[in-house]
């Protein structure tokens, strides 16, 4: 069993950056590849990055690639998203999930983050 808590959310200006962490708990937290996704209201959830369980690989939506950064810390058991020059089209509620875009095996509840214009 592994629990995710994301925190640092919040609203931004367009241009700003915003550091989301994803807290797990569980001796397992390291088997996992962990996955951000974003749901912005009336909005379908879509996948935003990915990183493998060493730390050694990531993947992201073409939206964020250049811009969002995925790292990760096993010791600590967090995930982090680096999140720079943000627009008002990157406001949504953010989640973190074990597992990959296909298949997720457990999920965050999200934190918001507001990017005005």
């Known amino acids: 069993q592994v629990q995710l808590v994301e925190s640092g959310g919040g609203s931004v200006q367009a241009g700003g950056s915003l550091r989301l962490s994803c807290a797990a708990s569980?001796?397992?937290?390291?088997?996992?590849?962990i996955t951000w996704f974003r749901q912005a209201p009336g909005k379908e959830r879509e996948f935003v990055g990915t990183?493998?369980?060493?730390?050694?690989?990531?993947d992201y939506a073409d939206s964020v690639k250049g811009r969002f950064t995925i790292s990760r810390d096993n010791a600590k058991n967090t995930v982090y998203l680096q999140m720079n020059s943000l627009k008002p089209e990157d406001t949504a509620v953010y989640l973190c999930?074990?597992?990959?875009?296909?298949?997720?095996?457990?999920w965050g509840q999200g934190t918001q983050v507001t990017v005005s214009s």
């Open positions: 569980g001796r397992t937290f390291s088997s996992y590849p």
């Open positions: 999930a074990a597992g990959t875009r296909n298949a997720v095996y457990y």
């Open positions: 990183i493998n369980r060493s730390g050694d690989s990531r």
